[in-house]
């Protein structure tokens, strides 16, 4: 079974500062993770994703995840806040291929805002 | 334009009122699932379809059918809605492969209440 913890609920920012959004996973066999992004009024879209290939991951707009196994976990990071950053994100996590079920198993997000 | 759709956008019904949530793409995918999000609790997984005819229970399929008839469709039916089932519903796909590793296309949402 597979879980993913996402602390707090909400990061605020001002543009131009470091992002930091943390995911912790847990996970009985070599994790496969994710970070998704949801604007406002829209589906998930794919940042990044961890398939064991390398543990620094770059995504799209600029983001960054280090999966680190000794610590479980995968937090995401971007240098520089820009304003449409603005968005929930979520990291999920799917472990392990039981035969059927790609299931993702999401945190339970994180809103971020970013300040002027 | 490689997409998933979903209809409706939104969707204002009363309980026990039967309803479908469509959802279909067209990038020739085989796994298709759907999900509800709910304020704090991320996205959790109703049902899941490794292929036309084979469907099967995620998290929390109680309350939900669904069917795959066609690769292309995987419509989400709830034959006697309740409150509780006020929520975003997302249907996703991934490609034929399969695997943990493939990457989950979402479609834009269904905003679902239920009064």
């Known amino acids: 079974a597979q879980s993913v913890t996402q602390l707090g609920s909400h990061v605020s920012v001002s543009e131009g500062a470091l992002v930091l959004l943390r995911c912790n996973y847990s996970?009985?066999?070599?994790?496969?993770l994710f970070w998704y992004v949801q604007y406002p009024n829209q589906g998930l879209q794919l940042l990044l994703k961890?398939?064991?290939?390398?543990?620094l991951v770059k995504g799209i707009n600029g983001f960054e995840a280090e999966f680190k196994k000794s610590e479980t976990s995968f937090h995401l990071t971007k240098p520089s806040a820009h304003m449409s950053d603005a968005a929930e994100y979520f990291c999920?996590?799917?472990?392990?291929?039981?035969?059927?079920?790609?299931?993702?198993?999401f945190g339970k997000g994180i809103t971020l805002s970013v300040r002027p | 334009e490689a997409q998933v759709t979903q209809n409706p956008r939104y969707l204002i019904t009363v309980t026990g009122k039967k309803l479908t949530v469509t959802c279909s793409q067209n990038m020739n995918h085989e796994y298709m699932s759907w999900y509800r999000q709910d304020p704090g609790l991320g996205l959790r997984q109703i049902y899941y379809s490794m292929n036309v005819e084979v469907t099967d229970k995620g998290d929390v399929p109680e309350g939900y059918k669904v069917s795959r008839k066609e690769k292309r469709n995987f419509p989400l039916i709830l034959e006697s809605p309740s409150p509780n089932q006020t929520s975003l519903y997302f249907c996703a796909s991934s490609p034929p492969t399969g695997w943990s590793t493939d990457t989950q296309y979402f479609g834009p949402g269904t905003r679902l209440t239920v009064l």
């Open positions: 996970s009985s066999v070599p994790p496969y």
């Open positions: 961890y398939t064991s290939a390398a543990t």
């Open positions: 999920a996590v799917s472990g392990g291929w039981d035969g059927a079920n790609s299931k993702l198993t």
